[in-house]
């Protein structure tokens, strides 16, 4: 993949309705993708982005902790050829406060299981339509926890986990795999996060996969903390994450 095939290709991103979801949408669009499936829990919240885009923006009713949604998600979106799962949940707290497995569960039914139901549905997809690529929005956190959402970190080591397997299990079908892994980015999440200060814009995420697609990187580290983040990690992404298990 390059640059230019995001122009005129057919994307599906979830959690398009705000913050980093919606910003890619935004991108995509202007990068000359075809159409974007906005796959939202709720059709109302992306009507914003239908009205500015028009038939290129096409609501898709898509819940990460419903199954039955993202299959007939996949079975709708037959010309997909690249999903962005961008969608996730956030929850603060501490190991030892008892609520800890509780919000690990919640994260995990999401941010996990949410990512693998969405391979297992889209796979096929982008199969058919000749491999594609399949984004995963993970995080620094998947890399570093941090004490204060200890839980939440533990779901996006997970969720990284996953898409390294996915790397190398799609890479048979010819499709490209991504894992990007933001830092702190001005969305609601960020706010909850307590990342206000810091977060960087939504954008830097979206135009870091397109850059990524040029490149062929398979991790993606787009704004600052997460360059810096990524660029201590280099040597062991390249010298035993992204070596072939097989
Ligand atoms: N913001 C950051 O600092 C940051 C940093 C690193 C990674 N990330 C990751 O980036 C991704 C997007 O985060 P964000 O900051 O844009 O978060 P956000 O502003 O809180 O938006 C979350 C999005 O996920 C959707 N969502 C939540 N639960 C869902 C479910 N069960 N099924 C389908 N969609 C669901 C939300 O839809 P509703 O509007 O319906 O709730 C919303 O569109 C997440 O995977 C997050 O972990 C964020």
Do not use: W
């Not at 202007?30 to 239908?50: M, T």
């Not at 995080?139 to 200890?150: E, G, M």
């Not at 810091?198 to 954008?203: F, H, R």
């Not at 135009?207 to 991790?219: C, M």
């Amino acid at each position: 993949m390059n640059y230019d095939d995001i122009k005129d290709k057919t994307i599906l991103v979830t959690g398009a309705n705000r913050g980093i979801g919606k910003a890619i949408v935004e991108s995509f669009i202007k990068h000359g993708a075809a159409k974007v499936y906005g796959a939202v829990r709720n059709l109302d919240s992306i009507s914003s982005l239908v009205e500015q885009y028009g038939d290129r923006v096409v609501p898709i009713q898509v819940d990460l902790s419903d199954p039955q949604s993202i299959i007939a998600a996949a079975q709708t979106a037959k010309d997909v050829q690249v999903v962005v799962n961008n969608a996730g949940v956030f929850q603060a707290g501490s190991l030892m406060g008892d609520d800890a497995i509780a919000t690990l569960k919640f994260q995990m039914n999401i941010n996990v299981y949410g990512l693998i139901y969405m391979a297992q549905a889209f796979a096929p997809v982008l199969k058919a339509n000749g491999g594609g690529v399949f984004a995963q929005i993970n995080s620094v956190a998947s890399l570093k926890s941090y004490s204060n959402s200890v839980t939440y970190c533990a779901s996006k080591a997970a969720a990284y986990s996953i898409t390294q397997a996915l790397r190398e299990l799609l890479n048979e079908q010819g499709t490209v795999v991504l894992s990007v892994h933001p830092g702190p980015i001005a969305t609601d999440m960020g706010d909850a996060a307590g990342l206000t200060e810091i977060a960087e814009p939504p954008l830097l995420v979206a135009e870091g996969i397109i850059e990524a697609l040029k490149t062929g990187d398979f991790h993606v580290f787009p704004d600052s903390m997460a360059k810096q983040i990524g660029s201590a990690y280099k040597s062991f992404a390249e010298n035993v994450v992204e070596v072939s298990s097989s």
